[in-house]
């Protein structure tokens, strides 16, 4: 069983950088590839990043330029640094750990972390 667990969000002034951080349990988090998801109040969760075990990366475009995606196989561990945050990147944030190709659909994730929330103040 793999079990996810976010961490960094807060609340900040917009302008403001972030460092989410999710932690994987389990021996083949190498296998995997991670993404970011958010979803804000009355909206569908949005693909926002991911990261094939290989270090491949993927950026949507509303955030591409100011969020970095990485991941530290030995840590069992990804991260996605904001920079420039917005009041509309105020959102919960979750990770997802999956073995899918299309890694921008939530459909192809099967583990998923409880969310950290990040609000950006304008």
């Known amino acids: 069983q793999v079990q996810i667990a976010e961490s960094g969000g807060g609340l900040l002034q917009a302008g403001g950088s972030l460092r989410l951080s999710c932690v994987v349990s389990g021996r083949t988090f190498v296998m995997y590839s991670m993404g970011w998801f958010r979803q804000a109040p009355g909206k569908e969760r949005e693909f926002v990043a991911a990261?094939?075990?290989?270090?491949?990366?993927d950026v949507a475009d509303s955030v591409k330029g100011r969020f970095t995606i990485s991941r530290d196989n030995a840590k069992n561990t990804v991260y996605l640094q904001m920079n420039m945050l917005k009041p509309e990147d105020t959102a919960v944030y979750y990770c997802?750990?999956?073995?899918?190709?299309?890694?921008?659909?939530?459909?192809?994730?099967?583990?998923w972390g409880q969310g950290t929330q990040v609000t950006v103040a304008s």
């Open positions: 990261i094939t075990g290989g270090g491949s990366t």
């Open positions: 997802a750990a999956g073995a899918g190709f299309y890694l921008r659909s939530s459909n192809e994730y099967r583990y």
